[in-house]
Structure formats: C-alpha cells, structure tokens
C-alpha cells in the first residue's frame, strides 16, 4: 500500500480534473522528499461545512512500514502541497494520519502483507 491521500475540498476551491491535478501528487512527492510512483490524491467536494471551518481537510492513509520520521515528512509534505496547490495558508488544511498495519488491505482481491 502506498500513500493514499482523500481531501475534502470546500466546493469555492474545487476545480476540474486538468494537468494542475496530475502536478498536485509530484509536488506532494517533491515537499515530503519520497518517489511519487505510487501515490494518489482523491479531492472530495464539500457542498457544507459545520463547526470550525478548514479549506481542505485531509485524511492520509499509510502502511506501517513507514518510520516514525517518514509518516511526519509525508503528512507536513501534504500540507505544504495543498497549500501551494490551492493558493491558501496552511492554517486552512487540516490532515489527520491513519497507519495502517500489514494484512488490514484489501487489494485486487488478495491481501497485501508487508
């Protein structure tokens, strides 16, 4: 399993697919200092939001192979990228980290182990 990124979007910053998305996954790759081969990056529209108010809110997910160090570059390394990405400050992005650990995958039918 490798970085999977699902971001909701408030709908003012959503855009259409174009080349500025496939740019969005190297960047985040570029800012947390690992190989984009594999990663993806979901924007999820956001029609209405209660409660305190953030831009984006990110939920990262991530095997647990990761080290302690990489977890920290991959998620300050997404921050920094939708940040840039969508022209807000950082203050705007909420991202929460999920590590999940080998076998709890599900992928072409078989169970990923690592």
């Known amino acids: 399993m490798a970085p999977i990124a699902n971001c909701i979007v408030m709908d003012e910053y959503n ?6 998305e496939c740019d969005l996954v190297a960047r985040w790759a570029r800012e947390s200092g690992v190989i984009s081969d594999h990663m993806t990056i979901n924007i999820i529209p956001c029609h209405v939001q209660h409660g305190k108010h ?3 809110m990110a939920t990262l ?3 647990s192979i990761w080290s ?5 570059q991959l998620q300050k390394g ?3 990228a939708l940040s840039i990405h969508f022209n807000i400050p950082l203050q705007k992005i909420f991202v929460t980290t999920n590590v999940i650990n080998s076998g709890m995958v599900v992928e072409g039918g078989e169970e990923k182990r690592w």
């Open 61 to 63: 997910l991530l095997p």
């Open 54 to 56: 953030y831009t984006v």
């Open 15 to 20: 855009v259409q697919p174009t080349q500025k």
């Open 78 to 80: 997404l921050s920094r």
């Open 68 to 72: 302690g160090a990489e977890v920290s």
